[in-house]
């Protein structure tokens, strides 16, 4: 199972972005996909999440600003961000939570579940 994250980029203050990340693999079910992201010098942080029936969940300082959605049949994940500020400055990760896929073995099929990464993609908001 691979995670793709893309569409970042350089924006200026109050513009926007939309991110997108797109698991692919021998993937049977996903529950939750979110955002995450870490800024130089800070931790990583929760930026949004949804389960696969559609709850969704948003750090507080994106609130009002950010939205978060999914394509189950396509099993990709997408973070529209609006009103861009410096402070959005960061990092951002895609996850994708207790994601079950398969795989052949020579006992057969197996199926196994695990917590995915995607690579990261960089979002830089400044004039």
């Known amino acids: 199972v691979q995670l793709q994250a893309s569409g970042g980029g350089l924006v200026q203050p109050g513009g926007s972005l939309r991110l997108s990340c797109a698991a692919s693999g021998n993937i049977l079910s996903i529950n939750d996909m979110g955002w995450y992201r870490q800024a130089p010098g800070k931790q990583r942080e929760l930026v949004a999440v949804?389960?696969?029936?559609?709850?969704?969940n948003y750090g507080d300082s994106v609130k009002g600003r950010f939205t978060i959605s999914r394509d189950n049949a396509k099993n990709t994940v997408y973070l529209q961000m609006n009103s861009l500020k410096p402070e959005d400055t960061a990092v951002y990760y895609c996850k994708a939570d207790r994601v079950k896929s398969y795989g052949f073995s020579i006992g057969g099929v197996r199926v196994s579940e695990s917590d995915y990464w995607g690579q990261g993609t960089q979002v830089t908001v400044s004039s």
């Open positions: 949804i389960t696969n029936g559609g709850i969704t």
